[in-house]
Antibody, heavy 124, light 110 residues
Framework: QVQLVQSGAEVKKPGASVKVTCKTF????????MHWVRQAPGQGFEWLGW????????HYAQSFQGRVTLTRDTSIKTAYMELSRLTSDDTAIYYC?????????????????WGQGTLVTVSS | QSALTQPPSASGSLGQSVTISCTGT?????????VSWYQQHPDKAPKLLIY???KRPSGVPDRFSGSKSANTASLTVSGLQADDEADYYC??????????FGGGTKLTVL
């Protein structure tokens, strides 16, 4: 079955950066868009952006432009999300999420498979 | 892009039906047929219930259905079961390769 396994919890100081890893299993990594979303404690979801694992093309939500970087390593079927200039407002669970749609047919704009989440805590 | 508007809570009795709304604008829900719904149990990752307004992924019971009218999308859960008690979130495409979520609705099964 499809699995997305994320790296462990992180604690960072304000102003620092964090990089979250998402290793994938049991599907062709380059066939599906990968998104990143986050959920602050007790709050709803916020979409950060997507990466096309085949081409490396990315698109970021306007509110994260300049602070978020999505990358991938196709040789190890792994996606990465790096967020810089952290503040306490960035404290959240970060999820990698596989698109329902494929790169070949286009994004379905829906999130089919979710990682287990990575808690990022920003505190001085 | 502002979040979509959902009621904070909804409730229904076992076996009954409940409908959760998700209100946006003509720039998101009203402009595209890319509305999705997700179910999240406490401390769990969300599960996709509905995509493209009214389509169900394989394995999702037909008790869950989606619809849209103008700028408002709706999720109906029929034949409520105890395990349906969870948080529900909508999302919509907003153009320009961007997506936005609703604030979430906590469903209580009485």
């Amino acid at each position: 079955q499809v699995q997305l396994v994320q790296s462990g919890a992180e604690v960072k100081k304000p102003g620092a950066s964090v990089k979250v890893t998402c290793k994938t299993f049991n599907y062709t990594f380059t066939y599906y868009y990968m998104h990143w979303v986050r959920q602050a404690p007790g709050q709803g979801f916020e979409w950060l952006g997507w990466i096309n694992p085949k081409s490396g093309d990315t698109h970021y939500a306007q509110s994260f432009q300049g602070r978020v970087t999505l990358t991938r390593d196709t040789s190890i079927k792994t996606a990465y999300m790096e967020l810089s200039r952290l503040t306490s407002d960035d404290t959240a669970i970060y999820y990698c999420v596989r698109d329902l749609g494929s790169v070949a047919w286009g994004s379905a704009r829906a999130f089919e498979f979710w990682g287990q989440g990575t808690l990022v805590t920003v505190s001085s | 892009q502002s979040a979509l508007t959902q009621p904070p809570s909804a409730s229904g009795s076992l076996g009954q039906s409940v409908t959760i709304s998700c209100t946006g604008t003509s720039s998101d829900i009203g402009g595209y047929n890319y509305v999705s719904w997700y179910q999240q149990h406490p401390d769990k990752a969300p599960k996709l219930l509905i995509y493209e307004v009214n389509k169900r992924p394989s394995g999702v019971p037909d008790r869950f259905s989606g619809s849209k009218s103008a700028n408002t999308a709706s999720l109906t859960v029929s034949g409520l079961q105890a395990d349906d008690e969870a948080d529900y979130y909508c999302s919509s495409y907003v153009g320009g390769d961007n997506l936005v979520f609703g604030g979430g609705t906590k469903l209580t099964v009485l």
